[in-house]
């Protein structure tokens, strides 16, 4: 397996690659508008861009999905409770992606938007046990999530307190958390 982040320096914003070596599949989480850089590095691994994933509604950066997964003949995945108009599929807390040595169990966090997933990543080749998650808005450097400004009402912080905070501990210690936000951000 191979693992790799894309960083927007001027705004501190992380996506991310992973690779299957084994199937030189790869799957892209939360892209920025840009598709070259996912586009470099899939040619520089010799893998095909199979599924594209956004984790949640954007307010800090314009997503790049669409147009990733439109240049590549990838399927697009967005989390079943966003609010879309064109075709996706729609993932849900549990539901699993493969790719040859690679699995991605996806982790609905609700709070931060009510949609927001994270991406729970095992290496099979290196075990049985998830190695890292991909946290995008939830889990930040330092942080947690603020509830979003767009949502309606109070519902945010018990949210993030009640639902996303106990998934979210309850994962092994020893898994890697990589935040969708680095040094930099606004």
Same mark, same amino acid.
């Given at each position: 397996?191979?693992?790799?982040?894309?960083?927007?320096?001027?705004?501190?914003?992380?996506?991310?690659?992973?690779?299957?070596?084994?199937? @030189?599949?790869?799957?892209?989480?939360?892209?920025?508008?840009? +598709?070259?850089?996912?586009?470099?590095? /899939?040619?520089? =691994?010799?893998?095909?861009?199979?599924? !594209?994933?956004?984790?949640?509604?954007?307010?800090?950066? !314009?997503?790049?999905?669409?147009?990733?997964? %439109?240049?590549?003949? %990838?399927?697009?995945?967005? +989390?079943?409770?966003? $609010?879309?108009?064109?075709?996706?599929?729609?993932?849900?807390?549990?539901?699993?992606?493969?790719?040859?040595? &690679? *699995?991605?169990?996806?982790?609905? &966090?609700? *709070?931060?938007?009510?949609?927001?997933?994270?991406?729970? &990543?095992?290496?099979?080749?290196?075990? $049985?046990?998830?190695?890292?998650?991909?946290?995008?808005?939830?889990?930040?450097?330092? $942080?947690? /999530?603020?509830? $979003?400004? /767009? =949502?309606?009402? =109070?519902?945010?912080?018990?949210?993030?307190?009640? !639902?996303?905070?106990?998934?979210?501990? =309850?994962?092994?210690?020893? !898994?890697?958390?990589? +935040? @969708?936000?680095? /040094?930099?951000?606004?």
């Amino acid at each position: 397996m191979w693992f790799e982040p894309v960083i927007r320096r001027e705004t501190g914003c992380a996506a991310y690659m992973i690779g299957a070596a084994d199937t @030189g599949e790869c799957a892209v989480f939360d892209p920025l508008w840009d +598709p070259q850089p996912y586009l470099d590095i /899939a040619k520089k =691994q010799k893998s095909t861009i199979r599924y !594209v994933i956004d984790s949640h509604s954007h307010a800090d950066h !314009v997503s790049g999905a669409r147009r990733l997964a %439109a240049l590549t003949g %990838a399927e697009l995945i967005i +989390p079943e409770l966003a $609010d879309i108009t064109y075709e996706a599929t729609r993932v849900k807390h549990g539901d699993k992606l493969r790719m040859g040595e &690679v *699995g991605m169990e996806i982790v609905h &966090v609700p *709070g931060h938007r009510p949609e927001q997933i994270n991406l729970l &990543v095992t290496d099979f080749s290196r075990g $049985d046990e998830p190695w890292f998650i991909l946290t995008a808005d939830f889990v930040l450097v330092g $942080d947690v /999530a603020r509830p $979003d400004l /767009a =949502q309606a009402g =109070q519902e945010g912080a018990p949210v993030i307190f009640n !639902v996303a905070i106990p998934r979210f501990m =309850q994962l092994p210690d020893h !898994v890697e958390v990589f +935040p @969708g936000h680095l /040094a930099g951000s606004t």
